[in-house]
């Protein structure tokens, strides 16, 4: 077989255990061919680092390959001795955040120097150096590499990790969610930088990634993983447009997306521990579509269709996605004539940060109807954090008004009365610091219920039970500590904790940013419901458009501080005015335009 | 453990046990060991190993308050100053820097030059040494723990700040606090012993394990177990209680577990 | 980066304003004591007020701190209480500190020169084989070392060294004036004992350090990259892991000047730590400022530079300087 044949990567059958001989990741079998980009698309938990990192030959500690053959471009890696070779020579590693990935203390030129294969060391010339930055559209000259990695922003940190990554010529590179902590669009920019590279380079590319949208942009082959297991496997068009498998058709109908506004349909119930998987069918406790077969058996990988692989015995039966409803729909809801619950006007904020005063927002002004949804959305550094901050009283503004019932609120929550403490709560992003990890369930949500409703102790312990039930959380969970919820739960019982204040407004800053897909759409699918049960008006602060378009009725679209468009939700996705808008929505991925883009190519018409 | 246990019990009830009393000049100064006295008589003929019972007592007394102590005014100044986190901040650290920048030693020594030796002096200046250490940790450690989203939920709450302070910080600030501990009142202990080796703390003719070592270099070539006993057991006694603070800090490394 | 210079040596000069101070007025705090420990048996109310007079204490004591603080700088640290009760003519204390000054001195360079090579080189090792042999082999003894306080160790090394094994003396026998070059053997003990106990606990410091280098995530991505080892270890680990060992190892020249003070007791060592010491026990405050603002100014000093030097090893704190 010539060179060009052979795959670029060959997993077969791979396990990799842990100590207590539970399975990390089993069975795993991929291929990739040369040049191509393969989607390793899957949520926390579902094996798919510990599978990168297993064709380093590096796995963590306590960890341990016991089944199953690793070939990269055609050599088998055998021993750790080969893979140490290989590592470099026929693959190489595009971290997650290259911020903490690159030496602080050494030059981006000799940074990337290091990355070619030792023997050419002595003999690299800094032109070698300068042409590989010039490759990822960074400047060459030795005013350049001669900086540091902390002189430079997020998105050219990632382009030398990716320079360095093509220095040493491999076949094969592992990009492990290299776009996740970049804005939407400096992302597109790198996913662009990859695809020509792709193109020009001739190297495949593993992309792990928990975005499906991202996947479809980028990916022309994608595997899903659950639970360790590679679950489905085949063209991006394929298993994106007429997912097989249960868990993928779920990840698929729980995506938001920009252009479309709809329900979520979340998946039921979470994802087994570790511990918890079985001998059947892993995703069998959730499955809409399981039988007998599937709790007993597992089933095996089939190949329904030429390079399409199933893990699912009744994948003939997985409804299809309709995607020309869905395309077709548009909801516009006018709100006219609706009492306003919460009114900015003029709002200006600033914050210090090393010695300097920085501007976080100015002359900012909107209102939220009641019963409303209002997005505040916007890349890092928009303000649009600050504003959600001010207006719950955790930072006092240096200008502007918030009117909350007629009157008008003082900047710090210690200065407002009850009734307005009461009226105004927030939740925030990260569910690990959510909630004291001293103190029970019980305790946290009673808490406000307690403390600004004055209710006695057995008037809250009944109300904690109620919203318990209100976030769909079973009423044990009262019992217990933070640290045995997953970030999923601990989400939701913020949330109960903020409605135990029997609130008028909820302020959500990127509730859902740090949570896996399907547990989001859990998240905005709830937040939808207790919106009408409990007539909350939301401001909603979120980076993601699709969310956006979920579940706000209003967008507020912030740059730099500043209100460049606002406007109904759909009216603003479909025609945005101002560029910066623009950008965004052209920036940001989407199913559905990925959607429409194969079925245009293919010639359909909608 | 077993070890800083025995010692700490015997600092504690040796007194009940020694043969002798520790400050009779019983016979010739620096006999070899003896059935009579099993580590032999001191620099002034007092039984070694009597003095060895009652010695630890004081010093150990002196070490147990001064952490407390220490620890009182450290906890308070690093809670405020992390949690306030304005003027009063700079102010206090700018104060806890000027003690920083001393050696421990000599502090104690010029207090001792200005007011006289005494356990209190001792007590006074030893927690005036640690305790902007203390209050460093708590500082660093409270501002971390404000920035967490429990916290600011409990400020959007508008909660007062003695009850986040003692509801939200404090409990959670507690493993690297008891991590410190350990430290901190061997710290004393080697502060404290040293004074006594220079005959600057604990009068003679009281017994004192540091105070011993350094009288009976005399006659170390007549009995070397009048400065060797006292040695070993203030080693252990060291060596101990840093051992059972790092145990403690790994254990709570661990049940910590993942976030 | 000069500013950077400018402003630390400003800001040192100022705390040393402030230490001086505050150590000038806590050993001035009861002023009548003075004279009458001094004087002892021999205090009587009028050679108590005489010998207060002579002494300057009849002026308010801002007054007598800023002389103080003049005379300090111009290299005249004042008159020993002592000497003039004792009606001794010699009563200027700087040319009682020349020679404890120098002793002290050599006595802390040879420890310093031996302290920074073998805390970074055993803390290197024991943590860049962290868990295997070398580490405990390394880490055991430097736990114990590192814990004692400096009398302990000295007492035992004496007893091994000279009554045991009766090779070297246990107290150092110079007399005054006499350099300690002419009697090698008498550094041997005191420097053995500094550095038992600075690179006991330095060397851990630094292990620590290394430690946590190895466990970032630039040494992971290296190392998946294919970056060869040597190169990983050198340019990666131990060179992110100088900052913080020359902090500690900065700590522990400090501890040395608090150290010493034991250390030269114990020997006999005629240094300016035992030089405090007898300040201290004659209650003859001029003398116990002198040697406690020296050893101030030693510590502040190793700050500056420790504080320079990290900052021109940290390339994130360096271009921020620029």
């Not at chain 1, 120097?113 to 960074?138: K, W």
């Not at chain 1, 993601?544 to 209100?563: M, Q, S, Y």
């Not at chain 2, 070694?48 to 007592?57: D, F, K, N, P």
């Not at chain 3, 002198?290 to 510590?299: E, G, K, Q, V």
Request: charged share 20%.
């Amino acid at each position: 077989m010539s060179d060009a044949q052979r795959n670029a990567l060959e997993l077969k059958d791979v396990r990799i255990d842990v100590s207590s001989h539970d399975a990390i990741i089993s069975g795993v079998n991929l291929e990739m061919r040369r040049g191509e980009i393969l989607g390793l698309v899957g949520e926390s938990g579902s094996g798919k680092t510990t599978t990168a990192l297993s064709i380093f030959g590096y796995w963590g500690r306590g960890l341990k390959l016991t089944q199953g053959q690793i070939v990269i471009g055609g050599e088998v890696m055998s021993t750790q001795q080969i893979f140490r070779s290989a590592r470099g020579r026929l693959v190489s590693y595009v971290p997650q955040n290259p911020g903490v990935a690159l030496n602080p203390s050494l030059r981006i030129g000799n940074a990337i120097r290091d990355m070619i294969r030792h023997e050419r060391i002595v003999t690299t010339q800094p032109e070698e150096v300068s042409s590989m930055l010039v490759r990822v559209g960074l400047p060459g000259d030795s005013d350049f590499t001669r900086r540091y990695p902390h002189q430079l922003s997020g998105g050219q940190q990632q382009r030398v990790c990716i320079a360095a990554s093509l220095a040493s010529r491999p076949t094969l590179i592992v990009l492990d969610e290299p776009t996740t902590g970049l804005d939407v669009v400096t992302q597109e920019l790198v996913l662009e930088e990859l695809t020509r590279l792709r193109d020009k380079e001739n190297v495949a590319m593993l992309y792990i990634t928990h975005d499906l949208a991202v996947a479809a942009k980028i990916a022309q082959r994608i595997a899903v993983m659950y639970a360790g297991r590679v679950v489905e496997q085949g063209s991006a068009e394929e298993v994106l447009r007429k997912p097989r498998h249960p868990y993928t058709r779920g990840l698929v109908a729980s995506t938001p997306d920009h252009l479309v506004i709809r329900p979520l349909t979340p998946l039921q119930g979470m994802a087994p521990s570790l511990r918890e998987r079985t001998a059947g069918c892993p995703f069998a406790p959730r499955c809409p579509q399981r039988v007998d077969l599937c709790e007993r058996e597992l089933p095996e990988l089939l190949e329904i269709s030429l390079g399409h692989k199933v893990r699912c015995p009744e994948w003939n039966r997985t409804p299809s996605v309709d995607w020309t409803t869905l395309k077709a729909r548009t909801e516009v809801e006018s709100q006219t004539d609706v009492p306003t619950a919460l009114k900015v006007a003029g709002l200006g904020a600033e914050y210090r940060s090393r010695g300097q005063n920085v501007v976080a927002a100015m002359d900012v002004s909107f209102s939220v109807p009641r019963g409303g949804c209002v997005a505040l959305v916007g890349e890092s550094g928009s303000g649009k954090t600050t504003i959600a901050r001010v207006i719950a009283g955790l930072h006092a503004p240096v200008k502007g008004v918030i009117q909350f019932r007629g009157e008008s609120l003082s900047g710090l929550a210690k200065h407002r009365s009850i009734e307005q403490r009461r009226g105004i709560q927030i939740v925030f992003q990260n569910p690990s610091d959510a909630l004291n990890p001293r103190h029970s369930v019980e305790t946290a949500i009673a808490r406000p219920a307690r403390l600004l409703r004055r209710m006695n102790r057995n008037d809250a312990s009944s109300e904690v039970r109620r919203l318990l039930d209100a976030v769909r959380l079973p009423t044990s969970v009262a019992r217990r500590y933070p640290a045995e919820l997953s970030g999923g739960e601990r989400q939701r019982v913020a949330i109960a904790r903020a409605l135990a204040a029997g609130p008028e407004i909820l302020v959500c800053d990127e509730i859902t940013s740090s949570l896996d897909v399907s547990v989001q759409a859990v998240v905005l699918e709830l937040l939808r419901d207790i919106r009408t049960e409990f007539g909350l008006s939301i401001v909603f602060i979120t980076h993601d458009l699709g969310v956006v378009a979920t579940v706000a009725d209003r967008v507020l679209v912030l740059e730099n501080g500043l209100i460049c468009e606002e406007g109904n939700t759909m009216e603003v996705m479909r025609s945005p005015k101002h560029a910066y808008t623009r950008r965004l929505l052209d920036a940001a991925p989407s199913l559905i335009a990925a959607i429409n883009k194969w079925d245009t190519d293919e010639g359909h018409v909608d | 453990m077993v070890f800083v246990a025995i010692v700490v019990l015997l600092a504690l009830l040796g007194p009940l046990l020694a043969p002798y009393s520790p400050i009779a000049t019983i016979g010739i100064p620096g006999q070899a060991p003896s059935a009579a006295h099993i580590l032999g008589l001191d620099f002034e003929g007092r039984d070694v190993l009597s003095r060895l019972l009652y010695g630890g007592r004081t010093t150990l007394f002196m070490c147990v308050v001064a952490t407390l102590l220490t620890y009182a005014v450290g906890l308070t100044i690093g809670l405020i100053a992390g949690y306030t986190r304005s003027l009063v901040d700079s102010l206090l650290m700018r104060l806890v820097d000027v003690f920083l920048s001393l050696p421990a030693l000599l502090v104690m020594l010029v207090m001792v030059s200005a007011l006289g030796p005494g356990q209190f002096v001792l007590i006074f200046s030893s927690a005036l040494v640690l305790f902007p250490g203390v209050a460093r940790i708590v500082r660093t450690s409270t501002l971390e723990v404000s920035r967490r989203g429990y916290v600011e939920a409990a400020t959007a709450r508008g909660e007062s700040t003695t009850s986040i302070l003692r509801r939200e910080i404090l409990p959670n600030i507690a493993g690297p606090i008891i991590a410190d501990l350990g430290l901190r009142f061997s710290w004393s202990l080697i502060l404290i012993s040293s004074v006594n080796f220079l005959g600057l703390g604990i009068a003679p003719p009281n017994p004192d394990w540091g105070l011993m070592i350094a009288e009976n270099r005399i006659i170390i070539s007549e009995n070397l177990y009048a400065v060797l006993a006292p040695s070993v057991v203030i080693a252990i006694l060291i060596l101990g209680v840093n051992l059972v603070g790092d145990a403690f800090v790994r254990s709570l490394g661990e049940s910590r577990g993942q976030p | 980066m000069a500013v950077f210079l400018v402003r630390r040596l400003l800001s040192a000069a100022g705390t040393l304003v402030v230490v001086s101070a505050l150590l000038y007025f806590v050993t001035n705090v009861l002023p009548g004591n003075v004279a009458l420990v001094v004087l002892g048996k021999n205090a009587t109310p009028a050679r108590v007020r005489a010998l207060d007079a002579r002494l300057g204490y009849d002026h308010s004591i801002f007054v007598r701190y800023l002389d103080w603080l003049g005379g300090v700088l111009h290299g005249n640290f004042g008159q020993s209480a002592v000497a003039v009760a004792l009606h001794d003519p010699r009563t200027a204390i700087s040319s009682t500190l020349s020679s404890p000054l120098s002793n002290s001195l050599i006595l802390a360079a040879i420890a310093a020169l031996l302290l920074i090579p073998l805390t970074f080189v055993l803390g290197a090792f024991s943590g860049l084989f962290a868990g295997r042999k070398l580490d405990n082999v390394i880490s055991g003894p430097l736990l114990i070392s590192g814990g004692l306080p400096e009398f302990v160790t000295g007492s035992l090394l004496i007893l091994v060294f000279f009554n045991t094994l009766n090779l070297l003396p246990p107290i150092s026998s110079l007399g005054p004036g006499q350099s300690p070059f002419s009697e090698p053997k008498a550094l041997v003990l005191p420097v053995v004992t500094l550095l038992a106990v600075t690179v006991g606990s330095g060397a851990r410091q630094v292990r620590a350090g290394v430690v946590e280098v190895l466990r970032g995530d630039y040494v992971q991505y290296a190392r998946l990259n294919g970056v060869n080892e040597r190169r990983i270890v050198i340019w990666y680990v131990l060179r992110n892991a100088l900052a913080t060992s020359v902090q500690v190892i900065a700590q522990n020249l400090q501890y040395l000047a608090g150290g010493i003070i034991v250390v030269e007791s114990i020997f006999d060592y005629p240094g300016i730590g035992e030089y405090l010491v007898q300040a201290v026990q004659a209650r003859d405050t001029n003398k116990v400022l002198a040697a406690a603002i020296i050893l101030a100014a030693f510590y502040v000093l190793i700050n500056i530079l420790a504080d320079l030097i990290v900052v021109y090893l940290v390339p994130k704190l360096r271009t921020e300087m620029a």
